[in-house]
């Protein structure tokens, strides 16, 4: 068999081969990306993809979480502060009962709890970023103003929660009207308002029921800061596992997506070192012919 | 026996044999680098004594022939459509996976901007800020399906258009065919090894652009046929293919002779551009349709059910075509809740803090609502990717695969046919010294008879 080597032909062939291995070493140095398209591994590629949107699921949680215990750490304190003004209350009205209390001690503690009620107003309209935090879903809405002399709940009996995790929600808007008033007749309001009443004239019946509507709004107003004291726990606990997850999931995406540098700077050595030698023996060998040595 | 006018004769015999060696390899040497070219080579032939005491009249040149090697120059004929079908394939796919654009600003980046704008009206649904981040993420989303079928389009109606030049090639090459046929049938004896190399260059390049058979005619000729044996060249006559379209679609057609002989073409760049422009593009656009489609109907399944921030029920979130097919380009967000992001329907109650709805989009990303219910917008997005990344590798290393076999097949083309410049110098070598040697021989004859002459004188 004839052996006819075409030394451009396949010179040019080795180089061709050694300039694409150099090439791609070289970007995947440069880029530190080991997929630049899908087909440099389709599978690997469509994995990647869904790593990439576990991972925007997870910033969102996370940015939910962040700011559902903003809310709450504000909600938490208001209801910390009824719970506050409610055992005030309890103990003006328990210091002012009976025969030997004077009526300018009990208009004290009229005032006194005037601003009770109006502090847990106050508190019950707290707003976050302009919405109220007590007023249900209608958190454009005070949650308690005074109407035509009546004390309105304005808000509605919906709560407004959010996605903190997949499985796991928390409020973040809550009905006032469940705290102020739950299964009474009258609302807290209604109920420090005839307090007020009864302290002033010393009516003891009206005391003994206003301290009982008293207790059962701090019963009331502590089970409320207890779940929200659970939610908060509860978003702690998630904004770790979301750390760990999103950490877990960027380092598989990682490996599907990212050149591993030690390899691709070995492999763009090896390429360069492949290339030259293409190079080189090209255009050793394609100036050798027998034309050379006849005389 | 022979006299010293005989030896003069044998010798110039030689010479001219000898010349011609050197001849040939001359020509040899200057179509080194002729593509096609075969070897030609020179079969001397020894002229017989003619009684028993003669030492012979000489030599003469019986032959002058091309070296070739039917087989392999059939095999090289019937690899290259495979090759180039294979090439065309995978020179469009890298197209058409670029036009998916970069992971991370592309579809999988616009859904995920658009169910985070959701989730962050779901925290504070009463928001003008994060209502109107809703309506842009919304437009930017219909913007990128757009832009992607178009492109995807853009792939398929070039290969559709690239066709009518590959026919418009065919033709060139079957007619300069047809003409190497009639001067092969018409040369009377004399060599046509020239026209054969060009003829053999001319159907290498006609088989990498349509599945081509050939047929040996006992003129010399080679017929050439397509398809389902549909005759493109018969002897020195060449039909010609024409293009047209077709009446709904507008695609380009290829017609013989008034036959549709489109479905018969399976091999070669013709067979490529149109595996591209009637597979492989359809099949994508189908997929991100379909994706357009029920990503679209979901999220305005759930948005009409919501109330918006003035207090009426939400409106259908995207408008589309009404079946899958075109959906990809024909999504748009509503122009309402475009114009008015008071308009998107993020309450499931009615109350202006609500976020029901905006949680249950923001929430569809991780729901199998899509595909009869088999998929998430993101796992679509990635069977697509999926898709088109392994049908561009696999065109690509099947094209690397075949053009394996096309290069060891030249090289063996090139054993049996090509010009070796070691091996020409050698030859001319051999040639120069048999011509030196019968010069030489010529002279002592030629002094001979001068010595002759002086003792006749």
Redesign the interface.
């Known amino acids: ?4 080597f ?1 030394v451009l ?1 396949e010179g040019l ?1 080795a180089i061709n081969t050694a300039s694409a291995q150099l090439q791609q070493a070289q970007l995947e140095a440069a880029t530190g990306k080991r ?1 630049r ?7 690997a ?6 790593e ?2 576990e991972l ?2 997870i ?3 996370q ?2 979480a962040d ?2 215990a903003s809310r709450l750490s504000a909600a938490d304190l208001a209801l910390g502060d009824i719970i506050d003004k409610l055992t005030q209350a309890l103990s003006t009205v328990t210091g002012v009962r009976g025969s030997s209390v004077d009526a300018s001690a009990r208009a004290a503690a009229g005032v006194t709890l005037a601003g009770v009620r109006d502090a847990i107003r106050g508190d019950l309209n707290t707003s976050f ?4 935090l007590f ?6 809405q005070p949650a308690y103003a005074l109407v035509g002399g009546v004390w309105t709940y304005q808000g ?1 009996a ?1 709560v ?4 903190v995790d ?1 499985v796991r929600t928390v409020t ?2 809550f009905n006032g009207q469940s705290i102020a008033q739950g299964g009474e007749a009258t609302d807290i309001f209604t109920s420090l308002d005839e307090l007020i009443t009864a302290v002033t004239s010393g009516d003891d019946a009206g005391m003994a029921a206003g301290l009982e509507a008293l207790n059962h709004a701090f019963d009331r107003a502590n089970q409320a800061q207890g779940r929200l004291g659970v939610d908060e726990t509860s978003i702690a606990d998630t904004q770790i596992r979301l750390t760990a997850r999103s950490t877990a999931v960027d380092a598989r995406r990682s490996k599907l ?1 990212d050149a591993n540098m030690a390899e691709a700077l070995t492999r763009m050595s090896q390429a360069d070192t492949a290339y030259k030698a293409a190079l080189g023996a090209v255009s050793a060998t394609e100036k050798l ?3 050379d040595y ?1 005389r | 026996m022979s006299g010293l006018f005989d030896s003069l004769s044998v010798a110039s015999t030689s010479l001219s044999a000898q010349r011609m060696g050197m001849d040939l390899v001359e020509q040899n040497l200057a179509n080194v680098n002729t593509e096609g070219y075969s070897k030609r080579q020179v079969t001397l032939t020894e002229l017989a004594p003619t009684d028993s005491l003669s030492a012979g009249r000489g030599v003469s040149v019986s032959q002058i022939a091309s070296t070739r090697d039917a087989f392999i120059q059939n095999r090289l004929t019937n690899e290259q459509p495979g090759a180039a079908m294979d090439a065309t394939v995978a020179d469009a ?2 197209v058409a ?2 036009s ?1 654009g970069v ?2 600003s592309s579809l ?1 980046a616009s ?2 901007q658009f ?2 704008a959701f ?2 009206l ?6 003008p800020e994060l209502r109107d981040g809703v309506a842009r993420q919304g437009e930017a989303l219909a913007q990128m399906f757009h832009d992607i079928a178009d492109r995807l389009a853009t792939v398929g109606s070039d290969a559709d258009a690239a066709m009518a030049g590959t026919v418009g090639e065919i033709n060139r090459l079957t007619s300069q065919v047809g003409q190497f046929n009639a001067q092969i049938a018409t040369a009377n004896g004399r060599d046509v090894s020239s026209i054969v190399d060009a003829r053999d260059v001319t159907l290498q390049k006609l088989s990498k652009l349509a599945d081509i058979h050939t047929s040996h005619r006992s003129d010399g000729g080679i017929d050439v046929s397509i398809g389902r044996g549909a005759a493109l060249v018969v002897g020195g006559a060449a039909s010609a293919l024409t293009v047209s379209s077709e009446p709904v679609t507008g695609r380009t057609t290829i017609v013989l002779r008034e036959t549709d002989i489109t479905a018969d073409i399976h091999g070669g760049k013709l067979a490529g551009q149109m595996a591209v422009r009637d597979h492989y593009i359809p099949d994508y656009l189908g997929k991100l349709d379909t994706l357009a489609f029920d990503f679209g109907t979901a999220v305005n399944d759930l948005h009409v059910t919501g109330t918006d921030a003035t207090g009426n029920a939400g409106e259908e979130f995207f408008s589309m075509s009404p079946t899958a097919s075109g959906a990809a380009s024909s999504i748009t967000m509503s122009a309402a809740i475009a114009g008015d992001p008071q308009l998107v329907a993020a ?1 499931a ?7 029901g709805v905006a ?1 249950q989009i ?2 569809l ?2 729901v199998r609502a899509l595909d009869g219910g088999t998929a ?1 917008a ?2 679509m ?3 697509l ?2 898709a ?3 049908d ?2 696999s065109a ?1 290393s099947s094209r690397d695969g075949r053009k394996a076999v096309i ?1 060891q097949l ?2 063996l083309r ?3 046919s ?6 020409e ?2 030859s ?2 051999k040639f120069q010294r048999a011509y030196e040697a019968n010069a030489r021989f010529f002279m002592t004859v030629n002094n001979a008879l001068d010595v002759l002459m002086a003792m006749v004188q």
């Open positions: 068999m004839r052996i006819n075409d032909r062939g997929i398209k899908p087909s440099d591994d389709p599978a590629a469509a994995q990647a993809l869904a990439r949107a925007a699921a910033d969102d949680y940015h939910a700011s559902a970023q302009g919405n109220s007023a249900g879903g209608k958190v454009d509605d919906n407004v929660q959010v996605d997949r973040i808007g997506e012919s027998l034309l006849l | 796919l890298s996976e670029s998916l992971t991370g999988d859904f995920e169910f985070s989730s962050a779901s925290e504070n649904p009463s928001s309450s109650t009615g109350a202006v803090g609500d976020n949680r923001a929430a990303r991780d998430t993101a796992n997005w990635g069977r990717v999926y088109v990344g392994a561009a590798a690509a290069d030249s090289r090139d054993a049996a090509g010009v070796s410049v070691d091996e110098a050698a001319l070598m």
